[in-house]
């Protein structure tokens, strides 16, 4: 039937579904060297892989071995995704759909296995496809229980997983066609008007919609049930509009056509059918233009116009693109032999009714070896039963005693098993005893390891608590003591300056208040290094940003990023951190001779982060574990008096990148 044909154009469109957007089965040269260059300007496999199978598809039916060249391509590059594995199976089933159908189905069986480990939309897209074109197969193979069976247990669940309304009603117009083919058509009936209902959800093209209720009048035909028919003809007419292809136009003149011949006004059908081949005339491969001849012939024939049906038909048979089956065959020469003898030329009508019958008795003497095959096998398949029920006796004896005699041999090796599952049991003991001790003792010797570790960071954390506070007392007591008193001295000397003529000694007593000046800054760095007074001040932040300020040079830069700290990081904690960048940035301008320092600072949560990459001279990280400086060894100290990690990368001549990450609840 020709709603046949929208199903299939529907299923061959929706092949590359998986690559949304792409032109499909174009079989134009431009569309081809487009795909070429597309090609090979692309870089992923996946894509590589896809355009390598629209090329397969548009050289299919026109140069096989590009075709199988492209495909093999495509697989080629879908090993890298498990995903594109599956797909490229699916390709080489509808490769070997039309030529090898169980090299086909082989390899739909295996893209199905493949996409079921895929709990996706599209996996389940594509599955209900795959077990589409396997139902397809079965009605190959003359199995339309089989067929039923799959789409509606198979192809329509996945569907619905899916959420493709499109797929679902492609699958509710297969079965309407299979069960009006076997006329079945109440069924048939029931499965188009499930098809309508669902490509009304469908926010997609008049396609399918049309598609549906094109099968639906067709079926309302062949049941005689005209009013419905023509109400359904009445419906495609207002989907019907400029803008859709001709092909739509003349599947409704078909219909249309189709009515009128039903209710034998033959005129106006062969008028509809003209109608439909106007346009589709261009397009004479096409199966509409084929159908549209096929009924027009029936036309021509049923209203006696002998010479337009002789000809019309004489095309067909001169048409080597022209497409039909043994039983249309039939209804061809026997449409010519009847217009030959309503022209009265009797003896070519007998010339074409002897064809005709020869391809009868052809086609019936094809069903009569097939029937005697089939009774054959019958008889030789009793023949065969017959044997088996003469060697059953014979073996039913041997049989007993052989199973007596492995009755006995299993008995032996089940106490044979017995005893050697007790004597693992007992080995296994024996084991799992020794592994037991042994936890044992490496729980012990992990116990200690964790006092010592303990006491280490107890150890630590009273010489860090004990270093600060005498950095606070020494810092309180320079500030305050000896500060004070060199400034006393500065205010003393400076009014002895201002208030008397001191002659030749007014220049030395200058150069000695500068150095006075010189020691009270001094004084002031020190006492800051010691305990700096923003950070107790200002917060965490702003100290940072002073010291990376206070270490900078013309020669060396230091860009400080800061995120989210946090002003109420508990004081021991911030001055903790103050020290370890303290340490760190000095290590890297001292030691690594570094010019460009960049230090990052930040807080998550309880997390502090910090990161310093430098372009200083590097070290051997690994030598240098064994016999660490006391800079680093500080910085170790506090990191883990923190609750903290830290990783070294650093490499000879090519700078160091230190990361730290410690808790500061």
């Known amino acids: 039937m020709m709603a046949r044909i929208f199903y299939l154009i529907f299923l061959i469109a929706g092949t590359f579904s998986y690559c949304k957007g792409q032109p499909i089965l174009d079989t134009s040269t431009r569309y081809q060297n487009k795909l070429i260059k597309k090609l090979q300007q692309s870089y992923l496999d996946s894509d590589k892989a896809i355009i390598n199978f629209q090329l397969s598809r548009s050289y299919q ?7 199988k060249a492209y495909l093999l391509e495509g697989q080629r590059f879908s090993k890298t995704s498990a995903y594109m594995t599956a797909f490229s199976y699916y390709q080489e089933g509808f490769f070997y759909f039309y030529t090898n159908l169980a090299r086909s189905e082989v390899a739909f069986l295996k893209a199905d296995q493949l996409f079921s480990k895929f709990n996706t939309k599209d996996a389940y897209l594509m599955r209900s496809k795959i077990w589409n074109n396997l139902g397809l197969i079965a009605q190959d193979k003359d199995d339309e229980k089989g067929y039923v069976y799959i789409v509606l247990n198979k192809a329509i669940p996945m569907a619905v997983k899916a959420d ?40 997609s093209s008049a396609f399918n919609l049309l598609g549906a209720y094109s099968s639906a009048g067709e079926n309302y035909i062949l049941m005689k049930k005209y009013s419905l028919a023509n109400l359904t003809l009445d419906t495609m007419k207002m989907l019907l ?12 003149y078909l219909i249309k056509g189709m009515s009128y011949h039903a209710l034998k006004n033959y005129q106006a059908a062969i008028n509809e059918f003209d109608k439909g081949l106007n346009l589709t005339q261009d397009k004479k491969n096409e199966s509409n233009n084929h159908r549209l001849l096929f009924y027009k012939v029936k036309s021509l024939l049923a209203s006696k116009q002998y010479e ?7 095309s067909f048979l001169n048409d080597d693109d022209f497409f039909y089956s043994y039983n249309q065959q039939l209804e061809l020469y026997n449409a010519i032999a009847e217009s030959y003898a309503g022209l009265g030329k009797m003896d070519l009508a007998y010339e074409w009714q002897k064809r005709y019958s020869k391809l009868s008795d052809s086609l019936s003497e094809t069903r009569l070896i097939r029937d005697i095959n089939g009774l054959e ?21 041997a049989e007993l005693a052989a199973k007596n005699n492995r009755l006995i041999q299993w008995l032996l090796i089940a106490a044979a098993i017995f005893l050697l599952i007790v004597a693992l049991f007992y080995i296994q003991y024996n084991i799992n005893n020794k592994k037991l001790i042994a936890q044992k003792e490496l729980s012990h010797l992990q116990q200690l390891n964790e006092i010592e570790h303990q006491q280490e960071l107890q150890y630590s954390k009273a010489m860090i608590q004990g270093e600060e506070q005498e950095r606070r007392r020494m810092a309180r007591d320079l500030h ?26 007014k220049q030395p007593l200058q150069r000695v208040l500068g150095q006075i000046d010189n020691s009270v800054t001094e004084l002031r760095r020190i006492a800051h290094n010691m305990m700096p007074v923003n950070l107790l001040n200002f917060g965490l932040k702003t100290a940072l940003k002073d010291l990376c300020e206070t270490l900078m040079t013309a020669t060396t830069k230091i860009d400080f990023q800061s995120f989210e700290i946090d002003n109420n990081i508990p004081e021991q904690t911030q001055i903790n951190i103050y020290r370890i960048v303290q340490e760190m940035l000095a290590n890297s301008i001292r030691h690594a001779d570094a010019t460009n320092i960049i230090l990052q600072c930040s807080q998550n949560g309880h997390t502090f982060f910090i990161t310093q990459e430098d372009n200083g001279k590097g070290f051997d990280v690994n030598a240098n574990l064994a016999e660490t400086g006391i800079g680093l060894s500080n910085i170790r100290n506090r990191v883990g008096f923190l609750k903290g990690k830290i990783e070294i990368e650093s490499t000879i001549n090519q700078g160091t990148i230190i990361n730290i990450e410690l808790y500061v609840d």
């Not at 509009?241 to 599947?251: G, H, K, N, V």
């Not at 337009?308 to 004489?314: E, F, H, I, M, S």
């Open 308 to 314: 337009k049906t002789r000809q019309l038909v004489n």
């Open 377 to 397: 096998l019958k008889y030789k398949n009793a023949e065969r039963l017959k044997e088996i029920d003469g060697l059953k006796a014979e073996n039913e004896h």
């Open 241 to 252: 509009s400029d803008s859709l292809d001709q092909a739509y136009f003349s599947e409704y």
């Open 164 to 203: 493709n309304i499109d797929l679902i009603t492609s699958h509710y117009l297969g079965l309407g066609y299979t069960f009006s083919n076997i006329r079945q058509y109440n069924i048939a009936e029931g499965y188009f008007k499930k098809a309508i209902k669902s490509a009304k959800q469908s926010n």
């Open 61 to 67: 039916g026109i140069d096989s071995n590009k075709a």
């Open 480 to 505: 305050d003591g000896l500060g004070g008193m060199l400034a006393g001295v500065k205010i003393n000397l400076s009014a002895q300056l201002d208030n008397q003529d001191h002659g030749n000694m």
